[in-house]
């Protein structure tokens, strides 16, 4: 946490209560749907598990995963206890729920973004027929598209899926001149942070991708403001998997759609779990005349 910056909007929440403990209706929905889900990679698990019968595939996730469940010797001998079974089932739902959501909600923001200025959306669709014409996509291709890129940056600056993340302390701490005691949950607000006036100057509310002609850090007043992959240790293991997947449909799209808002869609930012749009992102699709 760097003072003045990440603390200037960060909500402090001192308790901590186990909602889910709770036999409400909706707790025994979640329960059951957890248990479905469990069940569901379980059954995975297990053919992937015979499939393999003692052979490692570690091609994909799973195998490498599956990989880290055998036991391993040290350098002196002694065995190291690999991941359990119960390890690698939340590892398998952290990564779907980790990168489905996101990377679907950033899509989505860039679509509704770019229908409302068709001057970048014309311009991202210049530089894809520029770069890959009518040819398939490539790793090299993707790596080179600026505008694209810009676009998806602004997008996530405005519209960070997830819009906050928090911190729970271990032992005191001091920051910003408070001491606060073990167990103090922070929370950080990546969508203030992205909205604050003093770091990203007047303009700060509107859609303006050539903030990051010059890359992330020059975006800013302040370098390390634009945090929508989270920051430290823990920053998203996915993230470059991520802006190339959406780089990926969103040329596809680009290529053979022309789009615009639909009359029914209403602009609604709102958060449960992510940022999301309210009442959903009707969008009125045309094939491309080329
Ligand atoms: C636009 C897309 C994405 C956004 C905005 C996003 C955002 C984030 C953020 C903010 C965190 C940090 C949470 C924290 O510090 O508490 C995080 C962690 C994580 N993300 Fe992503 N993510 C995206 C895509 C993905 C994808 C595609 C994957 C996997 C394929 C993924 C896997 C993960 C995992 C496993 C973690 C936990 C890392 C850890 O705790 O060490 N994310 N993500």
């Known amino acids: 946490c760097r003072p003045g910056v990440l603390c200037l909007s960060t909500r402090i929440l001192t308790t901590q209560v186990h909602f889910r403990s709770f036999p409400t ?7 059951q749907i957890n248990n479905e889900i469990e069940s569901i990679l379980r059954g995975l698990i297990g053919k992937r598990m015979q499939a393999m019968q003692g052979e490692s595939t570690n091609d994909d996730l799973l195998g490498l995963l599956l990989e880290s469940n055998k036991t391993d010797m040290n350098e002196n001998g002694q065995s190291i206890p690999g991941m359990s079974i119960e390890e690698v089932i939340e590892e398998c739902k952290l990564f779907y729920f980790a990168g489905m959501e996101t990377t679907s909600i950033l899509l989505t923001w860039t679509m509704v973004v770019l229908s409302m200025h068709p001057e970048w959306q014309d311009r991202a669709r210049e530089e894809v027929l ?5 040819h398939k996509l490539d790793y090299e291709g993707l790596n080179r598209l600026k505008t694209v890129t810009m676009i998806l ?5 405005l519209y960070p ?3 906050a993340f928090t911190r729970q302390t271990y032992k005191e701490i001091e920051i910003g001149g408070v001491t606060y005691p073990p167990g103090v949950i922070f929370e950080m607000s990546v969508l203030h942070i992205h909205h ?3 770091i990203w ?10 903030r990051f002609a010059e890359g992330i850090s020059k975006a800013s007043k302040e370098p390390g403001a634009f945090f929508p992959f989270g ?6 293991i996915g993230q470059n998997f991520a802006l190339l997947e959406a780089k990926m449909a969103l040329c596809m799209i680009l290529r053979r759609f022309e789009f615009e808002l639909a009359p029914s869609y209403t602009h609604a ?17 045309q094939a491309t005349s080329s």
Request: hydrophobic share 30%; glycine share 8%; aromatic share 8%.
């Open 25 to 31: 209706k909706n707790n025994r929905r979640m329960r």
């Open 130 to 134: 520029g770069l890959f014409g009518k």
């Open 153 to 157: 940056y602004e997008v996530l600056r």
């Open 161 to 163: 899926p997830a819009s």
């Open 196 to 198: 604050d006036k003093d």
């Open 201 to 210: 100057g007047d303009d700060v509310h509107q859609f303006r991708p050539d």
């Open 231 to 236: 920051w430290g240790p823990r920053i998203c």
């Open 269 to 285: 930012p709102h958060t449960v779990m992510m940022l999301r749009p309210m009442h959903g992102a009707q969008i009125k699709l």
